[in-house]
C-alpha cells in the first residue's frame, strides 16, 4: 500500500521560515516525481512546486518563487520543500503528491497518490 505523509507544518510569524517533508512508503521503486499543492480557506487547491523522479529538473508556481525550494533525498525516500520568507498569503493546507515516472507537473490531475496534508499558518 502506497502512502504518503507530510510533516514539518505549523505556526510561524511573518518573515520566517519552515521546512515540509513529504515521506514516503510502499513505493516499488525510488523513480516517482512529487509535486506539492496547497488550498487556503475559500480557495481552490494550487500548485507550489514539483520535482521530476530523475531529481534533475523541478520549477516552481511564480507565487513562490525566489522563496521556496524543493527537492529530494532519494535514500530516504523523502521530498522536501523549503519554504523562506514565508507571507500571511502562504497560510494553507499543504499536500504532496506523487505518480512513478513523472516529469515535474504543475497539474493535479498527472499524480496517482495523494498525502493527508499539513497545516502551514503564518501570523502578520
Known amino acids: 500500500q502506497v502512502q504518503l505523509v507530510e510533516s514539518g507544518g505549523g505556526l510561524v510569524q511573518a518573515g520566517g521560515s519552515l521546512r515540509l517533508s513529504c515521506a514516503a512508503s510502499?513505493?516499488?521503486?525510488?523513480?516517482?516525481?512529487v509535486g506539492w499543492f496547497r488550498q487556503a480557506p475559500g480557495k481552490e487547491r494550487e500548485f507550489v512546486a514539483a520535482?521530476?523522479?530523475?531529481?534533475?529538473?523541478?520549477y516552481a508556481a511564480d507565487s513562490v518563487k525566489g522563496r521556496f525550494t524543493i527537492s529530494r533525498e532519494v535514500a530516504k525516500s523523502t521530498v522536501y520543500l523549503q519554504m523562506n520568507s514565508l507571507k500571511p498569503d502562504d497560510t494553507a493546507v499543504y499536500y504532496c503528491?506523487?505518480?512513478?515516472?513523472?516529469?515535474?507537473?504543475?497539474?493535479?490531475?498527472?499524480?496517482?497518490?495523494w498525502g493527508q496534508g499539513t497545516q502551514v499558518t503564518v501570523s502578520s
Open positions: 510502499g513505493l516499488t521503486s525510488s523513480r516517482y516525481g
Open positions: 503528491a506523487a505518480k512513478y515516472y513523472a516529469e515535474p507537473s504543475r497539474n493535479e490531475y498527472d499524480y496517482d497518490y
Open positions: 520535482i521530476g523522479w530523475r531529481g534533475d529538473s523541478s
